[in-house]
């Protein structure tokens, strides 16, 4: 809460029922504090806000009207960026249950290059909108290579450019089902550990090759040469596993947690058949079979979902610039993105064995929604996920391809010289 709500609401006379709440939920932060960051609202038992009505309206705008609001309540749950330019950039937070059924349940008829239906991945052509869209963003690449060699070069107005440039060919990668979802995001990885070394990106020296960069990965990724090599890697259920537990135990150490979100985890554990004790070792042979029996048919009839879940994570992250235009870190910003997907693959993949013929996009989109609640307004998990990958050495190529491809369906082995010479 900003500072001026705060003193706003201070003057709701002590002795209504409105001014009981904000005396005993509304805390001023300790210093150091800002004036767009001054206090919070204590969470009730239930772990929701206290001014809610028995109704779940709003008990300060139903009573004081909406421009009593914070700005935080009044926006939320819009995103909004300002680019270089002065251009914004609006997005929502899939913490709000409805911002996520709208921005996950859009079907695949709506996507270029998507035909729909339950086709597998594994046979899927590209649809000629696709190849095409590869195409004419090679055309653009180097169009733009052409712009960055003249004599007067604008930095910024180049970054924004980088930007729309990159965004589209994640668009295009994320939806050519050609690779399974894993397979994407590996290539994604490495395209954004090549687009590290091109810092900083606003230099001249990058924009000369940045253009190059982004044409040698559409034509790559056009060819689909790499499926065979690709094809003969398959993930490690075991750091997935791990991944997950140690992630998720880590923010439910903290006090505040949701009650829906404890709801999904149990329903995990059931899943994948965990007892008190048991390892990420020991429970990977029944996490497979939760991943090939129940999850792998449920994706496959429902391909849409992680992609439009992934499309939106590269919107609200700013990827490749992140927070930070002057100093991104494209590599870092990806593997916060992936963190994020491989931990709720993992939790659908439980949650599906749990519910088996019975689960259903909306269960997908509740857990979404729901572990987005917990994380995504918590800076301290995804330090945590950062560390974590540091600390066990699984931010090479090779751990990240264990980390993101399928586990089931796939037909070579998990080796990391296997992996690596994919």
Known sequence: MDQATYERYQLIPAESLLGQVVQQSVVVLPEPREQQSYARILLNEA???PFLTEEKWCGIQQTLGEEALSPIC???PRIARKLPSGRIETTLHLSCPEAA???LLTGSTERIGVSGGKTAASNLSAAPSLLTGYDALVKQSLRAMAASDAAHFDGTRFAEMILVLTRSFLRLLLRDRRYSLGERLWLMSVFACRMQALLPIRDSGAAKQFPALLAEFCRLAQAGTILPALAQVAGEATMQLALTLGLVNQRLGRAMN????????KAFLDGIGYRPGMTPES?????????????APWVEAHPWLLENYLEHALDRSGFPFGKDWDQPNPEEDCHALLTHFVVLRTLLIGVAATRGSDFSAEHAVRLVQNYSRM??????????????????????SGSLAGLLLECSGRTGNSHPEDRAMA
Do not use: G, Q
């Not at 949701?258 to 985890?265: E, I, M, P």
């Not at 996490?287 to 090939?292: K, M, N, P």
């Not at 994380?375 to 540091?390: I, P, S, Y």
């Open 47 to 49: 772990l929701e806000c």
């Open 74 to 76: 009044r926006t939320y």
């Open 101 to 103: 059924r709208l921005m």
């Open 258 to 265: 949701s009650l829906r979100f404890l709801d999904d985890f």
């Open 283 to 295: 429970l990977a042979p029944s996490w497979l079979r939760a991943e090939s029996e129940a999850f």
């Open 375 to 396: 994380v995504d307004h918590h800076a301290e998990f995804l330090a945590a996920a950062a560390r974590m990958l540091a600390e066990v050495h699984w931010t090479d």
